[in-house]
């Protein structure tokens, strides 16, 4: 067994030989090639890092047919971008409703000879952008049975062309300011009768999605001719909006006199709920499908629009791109053929690369301006095919979809997000250069709003090829000798 005095002995020698080994590290330069002369010759590694600028092509594309159902949120409402340059835009939505709380409280359901009071329409305010202030008129439209059957297993695009579902016209409202909407809905005389096919419903089918979705296809919601076009636009939560019906009745003993007031919820949630304290799951059958048109005339765009072939002419780069959420117009990058010379040339004799990182910086154009910042899409995503919403190899979304599903907190190396203090964005393409440089992919990327909020505020100007500030790629990577 060691001593008290032996221990103290080997304790003291411990800290003197820490003291001398920090107090040589200290007075020394750090050696970079520690342990390089183990190392065979032809394994031998260095890390370096180049930058390239300008190297790639930008240019601008259009494709409406971003998806655009089941979002669990509805956007509603018009504007026009003041300074001239994204144009005007309108938003309408396709609801269908479903009941849920029910009048039958006994075989009388709404009771005897029941007098409709009012209809209400409730939307929960998300965001709204644009000016608010302003008093927007809209209209409801009843949906009919059209071409196909409009169900929650199909997808629907923010091009979808609601004129083949669109029936009469059954109500209107009016809305301003930032609150909840909570209007009442005007009838017109097919509205009035609408209201009373509702009250007249039997209780199976109030009590069964499938049948009460074939009597009351849905509603189609839009801005109604003649309200401002310098508005804004509302985002509203489905998962507190609906309608709400008033309906009074009469007394059982005298028919003459009002008996009571029943008051029925119907809701637009398109989006299953799970009770956290039971598991059990209500899966709703109804859908959402939002439309949105983009007018560009008169405006910035509306002179490339037609300078470029309707945003199709890729014989030509722009200097100023731009990347809109709901369908908007959107930023084609193609990665030059001397960026994919060079970069094969750095594997060139016998020396091969493993990249460690690619870091693509693209800049806003008015990168001075806070209104800028505060309009520009929050976060970039970048794919291979934006109606299939296919995804390059570093921006594979749905891994971080599935852990917020989890309840876990992800978010992959990619980035994309804006870095408000350098007005740019910071993109992770690792993955995606490394494939490029082995000739495994194609030099072609299309820039587009993240695919978890596609349907997001926001309309950004970046800037493109041969501009001041063209996009930068920052790569490093590690050199190995074959």
Known sequence: MPTELSMMRFYKWCLLGSALLFGT???????????ETLLPGHQKMEVEVVS?????????????????????????????????????QTNSSLLQFLPISMPYTNRHGFGIDPIVDSMCILFEIDGVRGDSLQVQH???????????????????????????????????????GRKDVEARLFPTAAGKDFIDRIIRLDSLTYRNDSLFLEKFRGLYITPAPG????????????ENSGLRLHVRNH???DVTAIYDTITTLFTF?????????????????NVSINTTKFDYTGSVLGQLEAATDGFTDTSNTQSVTYVQTMGGVGTRLRFSDELITQLKALKSGDRDIMINQAMMHIWLEDENSTPALDAAVARLGSYMNLTRLNPIPDYQYGKEASYAAGGTAYKMPYGGYLNRSNA???????????????????????????????????????????????????????????
């Open 138 to 176: 809209f209209e409801i439209y009843n949906i009919v049975e059209g071409p196909e059957p409009i169900v929650r297993d199909s997808m629907y695009r923010a091009s979808f062309d609601v004129e083949d579902y669109r029936g009469e016209k059954l109500f209107e409202f009016s809305h301003k």
């Open 25 to 35: 590290a200290a007075c020394t330069e750090v050696d970079d090639r520690l342990g």
């Open 251 to 253: 007394d059982t003993l």
């Open 227 to 238: 309200s401002p076009l310098a508005a804004a636009i509302y985002s509203t939560d489905l």
């Open 52 to 88: 390239f600028t300008d190297q790639v092509e930008t240019y601008l594309y259009r494709s409406d047919s971003l998806p655009s159902s089941r979002l669990g949120y509805a956007y509603l409402g018009q504007m026009t971008d003041p300074k001239g340059v994204f144009g005007a």
């Open 424 to 482: 740019r964005y910071e993109i992770d393409i690792t993955s995606y250069i490394q494939q490029l440089a082995d000739g495994k992919i194609s030099p072609d990327v299309l820039l587009g709003p993240d695919a978890i909020n596609r349907f997001g505020f926001g309309a950004t100007a970046l800037s493109g090829s041969g501009s001041e500030r063209p996009i930068t790629i920052r790569l490093t990577y590690t050199t190995i000798d074959r």
């Open 269 to 285: 949630n398109d989006h299953d709920i799970t009770d956290t304290s039971t598991g059990i799951t209500t899966a709703w059958d």
